[in-house]
């Protein structure tokens, strides 16, 4: 049912994600007026604060991370701020929290910006407040889980206040422009249809890069690893955004439904098909860093760097490989989505001596959104020595091309579609189950033929073994 909120009403907002993300991306809305006037924000975590102390917390965040050039009308935003103080674990607190939202006549947003093993209790909480009755909806962070069971509980609490067009899970790769570019690239135009598919495309590449190491989030990342960090979630749904069949409108049920079609035809993964690996100390970007055991004091089976070939058992994608990658301490920050065309099925410049090379599009998430295509074209001259080719890039350098317009933070979108209740960039429950039972199946193979993670060192691209699971195709990694 579709209404605008107009209270918002935010767990752990006072963490680190609310102070470089959604704070920001809240005050940026509220300058640009896409705000409704009357929404009232209701911050809650444990700490101890007043709404003024809150305020100037707030305050400090937007100085932080928001950037120069959009910071406007802070006092506005900080005057529709709220704060009370709820230990989410215990019912006591909510009423208090039910009183400071009031009366929400249009409808109640909630985000849990929270660790998950907190959503039950909250849950609870809420309900015990009556804050789970009318019009209320829920947005959830990741991670949802950290297996296949843990997911369907969490799902399940969920599922008892909530019915599913009413729960937003948060994947805020798909808040960003690019991802939701992919899917203007492939249905706004006639070009890409006709030859996405097994005959025309030879592999796919993503690949999800950090330059950093363990961080702040230690603990988290040390149980996580990056198979449940990353490819769990925002590698599998850029996959299922390159793989899925046209959906026929662009809204929540016809898109969800393709992606998930797509996450159910993952074939489970071989065990010469997957490489896990752990930086060791090295340097990136010219400077030294320590290893992970070292970050993090002790050591540890956590993979930090993890490649996959992966496979869409359907017509479109029969026998065309996905490989995956993503890692930190590699040696650039990039998220990118390779599509490696076929040859030429017969070249007419052979005689003539000139070489010809399969086109390519390389879809850039970050840092740069651009979008470009490799073409062949004839290096000019009058050929005396022989033809040449040369592949020439056509670029669409997002930037450029919009130069316009504004430049939004992924959460941006998302929080206003939580308001607003747009779920088409948000994931469905059967796709966030889908996605844990092909990684669960990974996780096993990892156990039962006892793989462990390669060392690679800090500034490489991961152990030579992911290098060589895609040369054994003949295929080498971009950019390497
Ligand atoms: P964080 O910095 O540890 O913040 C956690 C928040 O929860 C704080 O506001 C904390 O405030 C509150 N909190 C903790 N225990 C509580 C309790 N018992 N009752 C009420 N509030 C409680 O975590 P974060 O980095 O912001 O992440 C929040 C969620 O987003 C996590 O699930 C994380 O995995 C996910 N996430 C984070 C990022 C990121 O970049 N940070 C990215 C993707 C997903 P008090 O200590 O004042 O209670």
């Not at 896409?34 to 003024?52: H, M």
């Not at 889980?145 to 399940?156: K, R």
């Not at 790769?173 to 249905?187: H, I, P």
């Not at 299922?240 to 809204?251: N, R």
Request: aromatic share 8%.
């Amino acid at each position: 049912m579709s209404f605008t909120a107009d209270r918002l009403l935010l767990f752990g907002a006072t963490g680190d994600l609310a102070q470089r993300m959604l704070l920001p991306s809240l005050c940026a809305l509220d300058a640009d007026g896409l705000l409704a006037e009357d929404l009232k924000i209701v911050g809650t975590a444990r700490s101890d604060l007043s709404t003024q102390a809150y305020r100037n917390f707030a305050r400090e965040a937007l100085e932080k991370y928001l950037p120069e050039n959009r910071r406007t009308g802070v006092d506005h935003f900080l005057g529709r701020l709220h704060y009370v103080p709820v230990d989410a674990t215990t019912v006591e607190g909510y009423d208090e929290l039910a009183k400071e939202i009031g009366d929400y006549g249009n409808g109640l947003a909630i985000f849990l910006s929270t660790a998950p093993s907190l959503f039950e209790a909250t849950i609870s909480g809420l309900q015990h407040a009556g804050l789970t009755e009318g019009n209320v909806r829920i947005g959830l962070e990741k991670p949802l889980g950290t297996d296949l069971g843990s997911s369907c509980e969490i799902n399940d609490a969920v599922a008892r206040a909530f019915p599913e067009d009413r729960i937003f899970r948060i994947d805020h790769y798909l808040g960003k422009e690019t991802v939701q570019n992919l899917l203007a690239l492939r249905f706004a135009n006639l070009l890409f249809e006709p030859v996405w598919n097994a005959r025309y495309i030879d592999h796919v590449q993503i690949t999800v890069a950090e330059t950093v190491g363990l961080e702040s989030r230690v603990a988290y990342y040390d149980d996580s690893g990056a198979l449940r960090d990353m490819v769990q979630n925002h590698m599998l749904q850029l996959l299922a955004l390159v793989a899925m069949e046209p959906p026929t409108s662009f809204d929540a049920t016809a898109v969800r439904d393709e992606k998930v079609k797509v996450l159910r035809a993952l074939r489970p993964v071989g065990r010469d098909e997957t490489v896990t690996g752990q930086y060791r100390a090295g340097a990136v970007n010219g400077a030294a860093v320590p290893g992970y055991d070292e970050e993090l004091g002790k050591d540890s089976d956590t993979e930090t760097f993890v490649a996959i070939k992966a496979h869409v058992d359907n017509w479109r994608w029969k026998g065309v490989p996905f490989y995956m990658r993503t890692g930190k301490r590699l040696p650039e920050r990039v998220t990118e989505i390779v599509v490696q065309f076929r040859c030429i099925p017969h070249s007419i410049f052979e005689g003539r001596g000139a070489t010809t090379q399969p086109n390519r599009l390389v879809i850039g998430i970050q840092p740069e959104e651009n979008i470009q295509l490799t073409m062949m074209a004839k290096v000019p001259g009058l050929d005396r020595e022989g033809l040449r080719l040369r592949p020439v890039p056509l670029d669409i350098a997002m930037d450029d091309a919009f130069s316009g317009a504004v430049r939004r933070i992924a959460y941006e979108r998302l929080l206003l579609d939580l308001v607003e209740g747009d779920q088409t960039l948000f994931v469905r429950r059967d796709e966030v189950e889908a996605q844990w039972e092909w990684i669960d199946a990974i996780r096993k193979l990892w156990v039962d033929a006892d793989i462990k993670p390669k060392t690679y060192g800090a500034g490489s691209w991961g152990p030579s073994a992911a290098i060589a699971l895609a040369e054994r195709d003949g295929v080498s990694w971009h950019d390497e």
